[in-house]
């Protein structure tokens, strides 16, 4: 019992103090995000350097589940290699941040993964036509 309340304690410090909220100068990654159920807005900035995820910050209007969820997720990508994090799937980020959610609130958590999958398509379609462009 008294681990579950500590934890409880982590996150509402989460939500009160993200980390890495802000955004990037000059991210080579940068997308944003809406869940239209709830209205939650998340834009996620990825600085990626030799395939590796050097700086990730997040910004935007959302519920608790979703910041601590941003928090959790830019934290565990700062450091990862792109190949790493394009493998990340739905129930590594639910096993991250080890909440019970509803059907509902499931969709709030993940809504950071959903920007962070559309960002890597676009950064690979980007690398793909520069390459093409010089060759």
Not at 17 to 34: D, F, T
Not at 69 to 78: G, P
């Amino acid at each position: 019992m008294q681990d579950n309340l500590n934890y409880q304690e982590e996150l509402m410090d989460i939500y009160k103090n993200p980390h890495n909220k802000g955004k990037l100068n000059k991210p080579s990654v940068s997308v944003s995000k809406q869940n239209p159920m709830c209205g939650d807005e998340i834009k996620l900035d990825l600085n990626i350097k030799n395939g590796i995820v050097e700086d990730a910050k997040f910004e935007g209007s959302a519920c608790s589940v979703s910041v601590i969820s941003s928090s959790i997720l830019t934290d565990y990508l700062i450091g990862k290699k792109i190949e790493e994090v394009k493998k990340l799937t739905k129930e590594d980020l639910l096993k991250l941040i080890n909440l019970n959610l509803t059907t509902s609130r499931v969709a709030c958590a993940t809504l950071i993964l959903s920007a962070l999958e559309e960002g890597l398509k676009n950064y690979t379609k980007e690398i793909v036509k520069n390459y093409e462009k010089r060759n």
